[in-house]
């Protein structure tokens, strides 16, 4: 990430995830950032989200799952989920502003998939190992480009790579239109 805003200088949102967790506070965190982002999304190229920054912010799963009874997939996939309501508002907010979408993780990306009311992602492409270009298959955003990446595949570059290639394809793709 830290590469990314040295090249970029994207518009970066940090998401409290554990706020995603609860249903007490995750409506109010999917809108704050949703609000954040449509905010200032005019002045950037690259807009994002994440959600830690640090290492010492990463939350202990096994506690909050034991904490309220729930498996620790539970507790990841309501994390997805939160991330994935917050892509869809955003999309549907900017009105076909945003052109592609980059997405890390497996679980976040098939929570993305089904927000989007999408059927899955046409490969076309390989970036780097276990990180493809494709295009979402059906739903709201059907043939929308994307690229997903593993969540711990890479290196310290890899965020980078995805990134100038979705971006090279986005420009590559309005050329041919213009």
Known sequence: IEELKLKHSPLLVEVNARKL???????????????????NISNYD?????????????LNLEEIAKD????EDDVS???SNGLAEIT?????????????????????TVA????????????????????VYGR??????????????????GNEKALIKCIDYLLTKLSNEYRMKV
């Open 46 to 58: 690259i807009i994002g989200v994440i959600t830690t920054s640090k290492e010492e912010e990463i």
């Open 112 to 131: 993305v998939c089904h927000a989007l009311g999408s059927a899955g992602i046409e490969v076309k492409d390989e970036v780097l190992p276990l990180a």
């Open 88 to 108: 869809s508002k955003i999309l549907d907010k900017t009105d076909s502003l945003i052109g592609g979408l980059f997405t890390s993780g497996g679980d976040v």
């Open 136 to 153: 979402i298959i059906k739903g709201n955003y059907n043939n929308m480009p994307i690229i997903t990446k593993g969540g711990l595949i």
């Open 77 to 79: 996939q309501r994390i």
């Open 21 to 39: 967790i609860y249903d007490d506070t995750n409506e109010d965190e999917v809108n704050r950032v949703v609000d954040e982002l449509f905010k």
């Open 68 to 71: 309220l009874n729930i498996s």
